[in-house]
């Protein structure tokens, strides 16, 4: 009979956490390695991944950058060190905000090459790699509630770039499906993180966000362990019936 732990977690599994050094990454590979998996932190800042080891004993990580395909196809040659790859979180993104009429070729360029080619071009390596002897595997895009509505805070080149990671979600599933590789992805709403907090800092919110009431459950911004725990169960064997889905972590917000 199965336990609790082989439905819900991830003994033996290999599994690449993208964005690591901070926030709802950092928070999803500390879930992930007391589920029991081997975790692979990767993040561009090699500073504060540094430290990751030490709080996840047995833990590997690598220096990256997303929005270069050379490094992304490194950081997967350092994976393969470890094993083959079984789940991959799909979390580094950066989210400066910038006025419409502002945002000119390179600032967009560089946006959609880390928010969307490189979550694009790690799936193009984890798949090609899970589907070998059929072993299959788990994909989670973190995405945003950006992706589904109109962006209230000058960042229209962000939620376009969120809305391109939802149809990589939805067509790579459909596509790989057949090689028991499921692909989801996770649309936090406003999380608690470092990140979030600067960027907002003296930034005029505009629109829902600013108004009470609007996330229905608890009034308040989420934790990064709420998109964690959502990851775990979209990485576990627990959600093996589950794919190509596009699932709202916000506390109700899209739907009040
Ligand atoms: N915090 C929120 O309110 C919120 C809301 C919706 C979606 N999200 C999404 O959740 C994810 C995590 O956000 P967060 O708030 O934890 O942000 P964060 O800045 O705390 O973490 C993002 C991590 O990505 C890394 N990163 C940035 N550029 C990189 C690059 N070029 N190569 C490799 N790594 C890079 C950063 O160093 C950082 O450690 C992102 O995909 C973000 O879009 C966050």
Do not use: W
């Not at 050094?21 to 800042?45: M, Q, S």
């Not at 070998?132 to 973190?142: D, F, H, L």
């Not at 109109?150 to 990671?165: E, L, P, Q, T």
């Not at 919110?205 to 911004?221: E, H, N, V, W």
Request: charged content about 20%; hydrophobic content about 45%.
């Amino acid at each position: 009979m199965e336990d609790l732990a082989s439905i819900f977690g991830l003994n033996g599994k290999v599994a690449l956490v993208t964005g690591a050094a901070d926030g709802i990454g950092r928070e999803i590979a500390k879930l992930f390695h007391l589920a029991g998996a081997t975790v692979i932190g990767a993040d561009i800042n090699a500073a504060k991944l540094a430290s990751l080891p030490d709080e996840l004993p047995g833990a590997h990580i690598v220096t990256y950058d997303q929005g270069d395909p050379d490094s992304i196809a490194n950081l997967f040659e350092q994976v393969d060190l470890v094993g083959p790859i079984d789940v991959l979180i799909n979390c580094a993104a950066v989210y400066p905000f910038r006025k419409f009429e502002d945002v000119d070729s390179g600032f967009l360029d560089k946006m959609l090459a880390i928010n969307l080619r490189g979550p694009f071009q790690c799936v193009q390596h984890a798949v090609g790699r899970m589907k070998v002897g059929g072993r299959g595997g788990s994909i989670v895009n973190i995405s945003s509630v950006n992706s589904m509505r109109a962006c209230i805070f000058d960042n229209v080149h962000y939620g376009v770039g969120k809305a391109g990671v939802n149809n990589l979600t939805v067509s790579i599933a459909l596509e790989y499906a057949e090689h028991n590789i499921r692909v989801n992805s996770v649309l936090p709403g406003g999380v608690a993180t470092t990140h979030a907090a600067a960027e907002s800092d003296g930034y005029p919110l505009r629109g829902p966000f600013t108004q009470a009431g609007r996330i229905p459950l608890t009034g308040a911004a989420g934790k990064p362990e709420d998109i964690a725990r959502a990851c775990l169960f979209l990485s576990s064997d627990a959600s093996r019936y589950i794919t190509g889905q596009i699932i709202a972590v916000d506390g109700g917000f899209l739907i009040s």
